[in-house]
């Protein structure tokens, strides 16, 4: 099935390449990283997961700036594979703590340890941190957090003022406490990732929230977890409506699906939506659910462009932050495509403003908007005039836009939905493991159209 499996830096640099079966021409790593490099002069297209180069197909997945892939000569399931190479990507995290070209380059020895038993002669085995701690041997070497920029979705909660402990998200589910000890730890993140488009008027066209509820576990003994949901959560659509003006999570929350992990027991989940598993060691999804009901979006954006002159024009951005304002937006990215004769772009912030940058892309022909942080309430309008090499013909609103926008709020979530308690069933009064629950809401298709 698969022929070659490798990890590239975003250099190109080697560090882990394994050659199951001999029959990809050598220097496939090389003609993988050219092609990706140089897929399209424009910078704002990359190159896709799945693509044949002479007869070989490269199938890859990007994580933590890594490029993780696979060669294989003939016909297989492109989304298997890319399951699994974001599992071995997972499992690799668990056992390193931190998934970065450092961590993978101290931990070779183990790395290869663990892709002997995940694939054998090219076949899949397993990618369950459970099961393969019965036959890893090597102990992992542990790279200093301190000194590495926050991965992955759990570790945004380290940004900002209020920070929540984050040990968990940059250790190993194998390795021990100095002095043999071991923090009994589970932490639950409940992260939504929002599609929203707008109008230019500012009114809502489409929205969609895709949900997982993450869960990392450091418990001994594999205890069993009741985790309790809304009580008033309902599945599938019954046609009545979100109350989304309660800021407390009060109102039906309304899902239009879900699906559960193997080891979730749904017993009293009709009863008092309670879910009861054993989690296994390392990271995995409780659940994942998805809500088309109308929701209230956490920004409101409205754009505007109007014509100046006969080769100039004038932009307009406007975002409203419509959460409390105990939450904070972090990592704010606004990037708007203009005409393709624009020539040059002067940008205006507003009076006060802190922390934002703004820029105009040549290459690719956008502005972009970059605001560290955002607090709920807040407001914000950026005006860019735009010289053109020629003159416009025509309505210049059809050239421009739509206008993107990516962000981070922590300790926040558009949906509602909600953690009610997390019990851990241990016998032992002793026992007392630390339970974090958090929340975190992105962008995944945050859209202003002109």
Known sequence: MISQFFVLSQRGDHIVFRDYRGEV?????????????FWNDDEAEEAPPVFNVDGVNYIHVKVAGLFFVVTTMVNVSPSLLLELLQRIARVTKDYLGVLNEDSLRKNFILVYELLDEVIDFGYPQTTSTEVLKSYIFNEPIMVDAGRLPPLGPAAMFMQGTKRMPGTAVTKSVVATEPGGKKREEIFVDIIERISVTFSSSGYILTCEIDGTIQMKSYLTGNPEIRLALNEDL????????????SSSGGGTVILDDCNFHESVHLDSFDIDRTLTLIPHDGEFAVMNYRMTQEFKPPFRVTALIEEAGPSRAEVLLKIRADFSANATANTITVQMPVPSYTMRASFELEAGAVGQTTDFKEGSRRLEWNLKKIVGGSEHTLRAKLTFSQESHGNITKEAGPVNMNFTIPMYNASKLQVRYLQIAKKSKAYNPYRWVRYVTQANSYVARL
Do not use: L
Request: glycine share 12%; hydrophobic share 25%.
């Open 234 to 245: 309902s599945i599938g659509r019954t046609g009545s409506s979100y109350d989304y003006r």
């Open 25 to 37: 021409p050598k220097g496939s790593a090389e003609i993988f990283f050219r092609k990706v490099k």
